[in-house]
Structure formats: C-alpha cells, structure tokens
C-alpha cells in the first residue's frame, strides 16, 4: 500500500515569489491536512481538507492557501513567500479514527 | 488557550534504561491524544492514539497511557534505534471544525 506521497522534496525559492506543494494521500484516504514544521515552532497546523471542502484552519496569514481534487490530491500554496517561511511541509492524510501518517515533506528554502 | 507541553526537551539514555516522556495538555473537548516518532529528514510516524483516561495502547518496547491532564510514552529498556524526536498531539473538538495541537516533541538519544 502507497504511503503519502509529497512533491517536490525540496525547493529552493526567492522571496516574493510564490511556491505550489503538492500532496497524494493514502487510497482511501478523503482527509489530508498540512502542516508547518520549523526548529522554533514545531508542527504548526495549517489547514485540513475533506471531500474537497477546507474543513479546519489554522492561524495562519491568507497568503497560504490550499485546495483538494475529486481524487483527493491536495495542493498547498504560497504567495509572496517571506524568509520566514522557510520550513518543512508536511502533509498527512488519515481514515476516520486513526492517527495521520505523513508524507517525507518538502523542504522549502526561501533565500 | 489550547496548549500542549513535551518534557523533557531532550534525554540521553543508556541503553536498557527505562524512562519516560511526558505530554502535558490544557485543551477544552479533547477527542484525542495521538503519539509519533520522527527521524531527522522524514515525516512523523504514527504511533498510538489514545481516547480516554485510564486507556493504554503497547507496541514493542513502548506504552503509551492517558489521564485527564497528561499523557505518558513508557520506553522500556531501550535501544540505540529508538533514538529520534517523539512528538504528542492533541485533536480538539471546536465550532468551526476539529483543532490538532502538536507539541515540540522529546528528542531521545539512547547510547550504546
């Protein structure tokens, strides 16, 4: 069984540009989450997809956004990129009560 | 606020040496309290979910427990490959929508 697959797996951006993650959950899987990990913050949460319907959100600016497709492929985006937004993204899909298993990340590097 | 606090920070341990590493949480409508593992470079690891005070989930040399306040990972006699970041999180129940609040994890390093 195919975990979470997540591309690329690392990107190297300059700041004011803007970046599109991508994100393929587990078969089965309709509900996939992303998530922000830096060595500051830890895993900060950043918004949560179901059948294609942002269904949680987490405090973060509207610059960063996402969507998810009817075969439940996820997209996470980011406008105008800052230097502060260099950092480890995961996405995670899960089945109903179950924990999420995450994909390896991208690793994106804002210079 | 929600808020979820690992300790300690860090912890060497020998190997064989028992320990255990504590997930402490201030939330309102807990649904759950998950448990992963983290290898630098990779995604976190799914290790336990736990629903309810009193409630214990093992898998090999770990055991995770659950009370009202505080959730505790059980490692006993350990080895150099348990050595990584683990990290709690808690699912919250809310208004618009269920919160997941992660905590800055336990770094372990079991020695040889």
């Known amino acids: 069984k195919a975990g979470v697959t997540q591309t690329p797996r690392y990107l190297i951006k300059t700041r004011g540009q803007q970046v599109t993650l991508s994100c393929s959950p587990i078969?089965?899987?309709?509900?996939v989450s992303w998530y922000q990990q830096t060595p500051g913050q830890g895993l900060q949460f950043l918004f949560e997809?179901?059948?294609?319907?942002?269904?949680n959100k987490g405090n973060f600016p509207g610059r960063f956004s996402g969507r998810q497709f009817s075969n439940s492929r996820s997209e996470m985006n980011v406008s105008t990129l800052e230097l502060g937004d260099s950092a480890l993204y995961l996405c995670a899909s899960r089945s109903q009560n179950y924990g999420y298993t995450f994909g390896s990340g991208t690793r994106l590097t804002v210079v | 606020e929600d808020q979820v606090t690992q300790s300690p920070e860090a912890l060497r341990l020998q190997e064989g040496e028992s320990s255990s590493l504590n997930c402490s949480y201030t939330?309102?409508?807990?649904?759950?309290l998950f448990w992963y593992r983290q290898d630098p470079g990779k995604g976190p690891e799914f290790l336990f979910t736990?629903?309810?005070a009193g409630e214990e989930k093992e898998k090999e040399r770990l055991k995770a427990t659950l009370t009202k306040k505080e959730s505790f990972l059980h490692i006993t006699a350990p080895k150099p490959e348990d050595s990584a970041t683990y990290l709690c999180?808690?699912?919250?129940?809310?208004?618009?929508?269920?919160?997941?609040?992660f905590g800055t994890g336990t770094s372990l390093t079991v020695i040889p």
């Open positions: 939330v309102s409508g807990l649904r759950g």
């Open positions: 997809y179901f059948s294609e319907t942002q269904r």
């Open positions: 736990l629903y309810s």
């Open positions: 078969s089965g899987h309709r509900s």
């Open positions: 999180a808690v699912e919250v129940y809310g208004n618009t929508g269920n919160q997941f609040y």
